[in-house]
Structure formats: C-alpha cells, structure tokens
C-alpha cells in the first residue's frame, strides 16, 4: 500500500514535529518549527531508503537498485566490512563511535550517483546526515512490532536485545524524523517484498 506524504539518543537539536502529509516527490509538509524542508528541487539519485530497524530496507533497496540498474549500497554493511560487526562494536565502544562510523559511512555513500542506499534505522538521528537527505530522493519505509518479531527471530541486532517493546519505543521516538525526512512512504508489515520493490520503481519511474 502506498502512502506519499529508547533507549536511543534524542538528537541534541529536538525532535520535530509530524509534518502534514505530502503528495509526491518534494511536496512534504511541515511547520515552521519543525525540521528544515526538504529541497524541492533535489536531484532523483541517491535513492535513499530510511526506517526502522527490521521494515526491510536492505532487501527492498537490493532490489530496487537491481531493477533499476544501478549500484546498491548498505552502510551497515559498509561499517562491517570495514570495522567488524556492528555488535562488536557496541560492546568494547559504545554506540556513540558506532554512530560516529555511521556518520562517515553515510556520507560517503550519499556521493555515490546514481545508486539505492540503505541507511541504518538510526542514521537519521545525527543532524548532518539529515541535513544531507534533505538534497536526495528519500524513501520511508515502516512496518509493525508483531512483524519485526516474525522477522528477528534469529537476529544479532543490539538495539533489538530487550525485545518488541523496546524496538516499539525507539520506533515511535524516531517515527517524526522518518516522517519529516520522506519523499515517499511505503508499509512493509504485510506485502510481499517484491511487490514493495515494484511499487517503488513504478514510483521512481513516475519521478524521472
């Protein structure tokens, strides 16, 4: 279904309020308190996917990207690579050098042109990673507790250790910077993962 439109450190400029629901690429909404708006004129790539831990971004994007013929890129996956596991990471640094590794991760990927890029659920939590989505194409994605935990079953994810609740909280504390960061937003809980994919480049088709 298409919509257009805690432990987890709050960013030191605030939280912004909910914005109004936009109606296609650049048309988001929001009061003049709340975060700055995005560039209506910014360039269609980087496709940038952003939500929740969990909603999908990594399989969703790899197929966007590969529908659409160009590079995919995971910066959790490039922290990894480069780092080691992001569970490790946590552990011996704490999760502000994790987000200090992100930071750099993320801005490094935004260079790329063109290409999908799946940021992690908490990227948007730094000021000038969201400073830098207002310049690019940004897809939201969102899904629901009961899902994540179909999902994650298995899954070594640090902020996800104290279970559904707390992936809730962190959600919903976040949930204003998705929203207000959004070119476009698609639910994740229920559809398969290739029909989120179609929709999607059907979307970006319209865009370009």
Do not use: C
């Not at 909404?29 to 700055?36: G, I, L, Q, R, W």
């Not at 987000?99 to 990927?109: I, M």
């Not at 298995?154 to 559904?164: E, M, Q, T, V, Y």
Request: net charge neutral; charged share 25%; no cysteine.
């Amino acid at each position: 279904m298409l919509f257009l439109s805690p432990e987890a450190s709050r960013p030191a400029d605030g939280w912004p309020a909910a914005p109004a629901p936009g109606r296609g690429r650049g048309d988001s909404v929001t009061p003049a308190n709340a975060e700055t708006a995005r560039d209506a004129d910014a360039p269609l790539y980087p496709l940038v996917f952003i939500g929740p831990m969990a909603s999908g971004k990594s399989k969703i994007g790899r197929r966007v990207a590969r529908t659409l013929r160009v590079p995919f890129l995971d910066t959790d996956t490039l922290i990894v690579s480069e780092h080691g596991p992001i569970t490790e990471i946590f552990a011996e640094h704490g999760e502000s050098h994790f987000r200090d590794l992100e930071r750099a991760a993320v801005a490094d990927a935004l260079r790329q042109q063109p290409a999908v890029v799946s940021l992690g659920g908490g990227a948007v939590l730094d000021a000038a990673t969201r400073d830098a989505l207002r310049h690019t194409t940004v897809i939201s994605l969102s899904t629901t507790a009961e899902a994540v935990r179909n999902r994650t079953k298995n899954a070594k994810r640090p902020l996800l250790a104290d279970g559904p609740d707390a992936w809730q909280r962190i959600y919903d504390e976040r949930r204003p910077l998705y929203e207000a960061l959004a070119s476009v937003h698609f639910d994740t809980s229920t559809r398969p993962v290739d029909a989120i994919a179609a929709d999607i480049v059907k979307w970006v088709r319209k865009q370009s």
